[in-house]
């Protein structure tokens, strides 16, 4: 085994954080380079959708490609056994192993293969899919070369599972952030909408909003086109707010044995 191929590769599948960084060509490459470490014939690379669904995310060949799509629409093969129990699964010799799964094995053999090691990408209790290695000739996998596949699968599942997080903190970061603006923005059109008026904030705040919700539209967007100049006082002042009273005076209370007004 080339050690120097296998420090950079290690390096090359831990380096997430960089800008700029390609999930796809992170994947290629690390089905690329199994197959060049591991003495295997080809890889696959399948990774659960946000609704747990596997999917075919890179292979090292077409033929590849392929037989890991039909073994998703067969339901059956040794990959899915690795992703649904979390464990690795070893076929050394699939011929005789048909009757376990038996399209799978089939298929696999018009591709070419004979041989199966489906590596789970796992971390801790979480597992996201499986590296697939795929070999012409029938016997036993390497147990060291077993051992270095999962450390590549390892690495690659803590890389990707780094970038997911790191995407959902930045969109909630930006979620937060724009909910300030909006906040700010809103603030300078009551302001504005009150002194044009000459009424408190509170109303200014409930014309926007009515205003916002007749026409179907963003309060922030209102409030921002209202303070940029775009939307005008006078469309603004063709709703009144509801059931508010004006500055300084208390809601009315009815009389005793009164009606209310409906």
Do not use: Y
């Not at 039909?70 to 899915?80: E, K, N």
């Not at 129990?85 to 053999?109: K, M």
């Not at 990408?121 to 390497?142: T, W």
């Amino acid at each position: 085994m080339d050690g120097r191929l296998l420090s950079e590769t290690f390096v090359e599948l831990a380096d997430t954080m960089v800008t700029g960084f390609d999930v796809m060509d992170f994947l290629h490459v690390l089905t690329g380079r199994s197959v060049q470490l591991l003495n295997v014939s080809a890889a696959g690379l399948l990774l659960a959708d946000p609704r747990g669904e596997l999917r075919v995310v890179a292979a090292s060949s077409e033929a590849t490609r392929l037989l890991e799509l039909f073994q998703l629409q067969s339901d059956q093969g040794p990959c899915l056994d690795c992703f649904r129990s979390g464990r690795p699964v070893t076929a050394a010799d699939l011929t005789t192993q048909a009757g376990h799964w038996p399209r799978f094995a089939a298929a696999a053999r018009d591709a070419g293969f004979t041989a199966v090691q489906a590596l789970p990408m796992r971390l801790r209790e979480q597992v996201i899919g499986a590296l697939n290695l795929f070999r012409a000739a029938p016997g036993p996998f390497d147990p060291a070369t077993v051992r270095i596949g999962q450390a590549l699968a390892d690495v690659a599942t803590i890389s990707l599972l780094h970038k997911r997080s790191m995407e959902r903190i930045d969109t909630l970061t930006e979620q937060l952030q724009g909910a300030l603006d909006s906040r700010v923005i809103i603030e300078q059109a009551k302001g504005k909408l009150a002194e044009r008026l000459g009424t408190d904030t509170n109303q200014a705040f409930s014309l926007l909003r009515d205003f916002a919700r007749a026409r179907n539209l963003r309060l922030s967007d209102l409030a921002r086109a209202f303070v940029e100049g775009t939307e005008t006082i006078a469309s603004l002042s063709a709703i009144r707010p509801r059931q508010l009273p004006r500055t300084g005076q208390p809601p009315r209370q009815p009389r005793p044995g009164s009606r209310p007004t409906p």
